[in-house]
Each structure stands twice: as structure tokens, then as C-alpha cells.
């Protein structure tokens, strides 16, 4: 499949973006404006549609997400959304999208990452010509859903500034301390050193910015998955999955050690393919915090 940008005779693509809004007058009220994209099969057939326009104070909206009938309920409407997020993540920090009380793409978007931000009331039966009904539901209200942009970045050794390794220990404390209940507060100020050299000397190091603000990482040598922290309030929206196909799409990685105390980086793991091989007493500190070994 690829993805084009659409700069001309838009509405070319009408029927399409009809099936995500329904009335052409509202269509219209965005579409120039905004950013068409469609996606394509290798015979240029049209799979899926999506318009998104700015909105201000670094947001932009997703306003149109269509997927034509025979190619739905097959991930494209998924990997509309990663690209457009990818896309736009350089230029705007949140991403937001507004949909009716319609379980099925409530549940789609909270799916993509995205969570419930506020409610526009009556927003239906005051801007549309006719009832707007889905699942059986006559829709009234707007419900808005919001999405953190990131970017990831590689930083080479000679970038990690002592700015930077000082932010990337920070995320690693919160969410350490959100995380690992099992270790102590002395525990994890005797873990600050050996994170920091970790940070300053691994292979490679991938950065999550948020704007300009680094909000994760992840440390990759030797085919390894060495570290993977996310700042706690960046969970959910699927940015250690976003690290993780990194690593092993674009480093190879196969390996990866957990914890065994965190049972929920168990299940990410496994959920992400990897499966337990290994299990020691301690970790590599020689502390007596049991390690899982786990690889694909």
C-alpha cells in the first residue's frame, strides 16, 4: 500500500469521504483547507481516505477517516492513523479527533492511542440537515479524543549531552518509581550511576521527543533491546510498541531482558512476540532482582 498527499480536484474522492461524513455541506467546510491523504493498493485502486487540517496552538485535527467497504476491518484504517501521526508529529504536539457515542470508533481510536479529551453537546443535531444515526444510535454529541505526536530520534554517542543524559535518568526515575514497586528508594538511587553510563556509552539510543521534551528511549547493542523506559504519563498510546518495531525492524533485535517482578513488561513483551528462555537469580548488578530472558 502506499500513501499520496492530494493537492487537486478533491473532491474526486467524494465518495470515499462521504462514508466517513456523511453530508457534503460539512464536507466542505474542511476539505480545501485541510490535508487530503489516500491510500492505495498496487493497482491504485483507493483503500482509505483521511483529512486533516490545523487547528492552533500546535494541534491538528483528524477530521475524515474512511476506509472503502470491501477493504474494512483489515488494519488500514490503523495504518492511516500511524502515518498521519508520523506525518504531522515534526509539526504539532497533540493530534485530536472528534466521532459520535458510536462504541465501534470510540473503541478504534482509544485502540490508536488516542483518549477521551471533552464533549461537544448537541453537535449533530445542530449542524447537520438530517439524523445521523450509527449502530442503531441517533447520534447528538461530539466526543473528542486527543493524541500526544511524538518523534523519535537517534542520538549518537558524541550528542548525549549531559543536558540530555540528565532528562533521559529523569524519565528512567518516574517511570521507574511508577513501575517497579519492588525496588527500594535506595535501591534506585544505587541504579542512577550505572543508568547514566548505560545512557552515555550503549550502541545505540533511540530518543522519544514530545515537542522538544524527551518523554522515552530506548537502548539497543548487540541485537538486544537494553533499556525501554517511557515517561509514566506517556503510557497507553502505544509508544513502547512504536520503540519496540524500531528495534527490531530497523536494529534486529531479537533479545530483551525483563524483570520478573514487572509482570506488565512480561506481558508487553510476549504481547509483542518475544517468548522466555532464561531466568536468573539476580540482575546483572548481582542484586536480588530475579531476571527473565526473553527473545522472538
Known amino acids: 500500500m502506499r500513501i499520496s498527499k492530494i493537492d487537486a480536484d478533491k473532491k474526486r474522492y467524494l465518495e470515499l469521504l462521504l462514508l466517513a461524513d456523511e453530508q457534503e455541506s460539512m464536507l466542505d467546510r474542511y476539505l480545501e483547507r485541510g490535508d487530503l491523504f489516500v491510500m492505495y493498493t498496487s493497482e491504485n485502486e483507493p483503500v482509505c481516505s483521511a483529512v486533516v487540517t490545523e487547528e492552533g496552538d500546535g494541534v491538528c485535527e483528524l477530521k475524515n477517516l474512511a476506509v472503502a467497504p470491501q477493504y474494512q476491518r483489515k488494519g488500514y484504517g490503523s495504518e492511516m492513523v500511524r502515518f498521519l501521526c508520523t506525518h504531522y508529529a515534526p509539526r504539532f504536539r497533540f493530534i485530536i479527533v472528534g466521532t459520535g457515542e458510536s462504541q465501534v470508533t470510540v473503541s478504534f481510536y482509544k485502540s490508536c492511542g488516542f483518549y477521551y479529551s471533552h464533549l461537544v453537546p448537541d453537535f449533530f ?82 530518543v522519544l521527543y514530545h515537542g522538544d521534551d524527551p518523554v522515552g528511549f530506548i537502548g539497543m547493542e548487540d541485537r538486544k533491546v537494553e533499556v525501554l523506559f517511557l515517561a509514566p504519563e506517556y503510557w497507553g498510546y502505544g509508544f513502547g510498541t512504536l520503540l519496540i518495531n524500531l528495534a527490531i525492524k530497523d536494529y534486529g533485535c531479537i533479545f530483551v531482558d525483563v524483570n520478573e517482578q514487572n509482570p506488565k513488561a512480561r506481558r508487553f ?13 539476580t540482575d546483572e548488578q548481582g542484586n536480588p532482582f530475579p531476571i527473565i530472558r526473553m527473545r522472538l
Open 125 to 206: 443535531t445542530l449542524h447537520y440537515d438530517h439524523p445521523i444515526i450509527e449502530e442503531g444510535k441517533h447520534l447528538k454529541d461530539m466526543l473528542y479524543f486527543k493524541k500526544p505526536l511524538v518523534c523519535p530520534d537517534v542520538v549518537h554517542r558524541d550528542k548525549r549531552t549531559d543536558i540530555l543524559i540528565s532528562s533521559l535518568t529523569e524519565v528512567w526515575e518516574r517511570s521507574v518509581r511508577a513501575s517497579h514497586d519492588f525496588l527500594a528508594e535506595e535501591d534506585i538511587q544505587k541504579l542512577i550511576p550505572a543508568v547514566r553510563e548505560a545512557l552515555e556509552m550503549i550502541a545505540n539510543l533511540v
Open 269 to 281: 513483551y510476549m504481547r509483542m512476540g518475544f517468548w522466555e528462555f532464561e531466568r536468573t537469580e
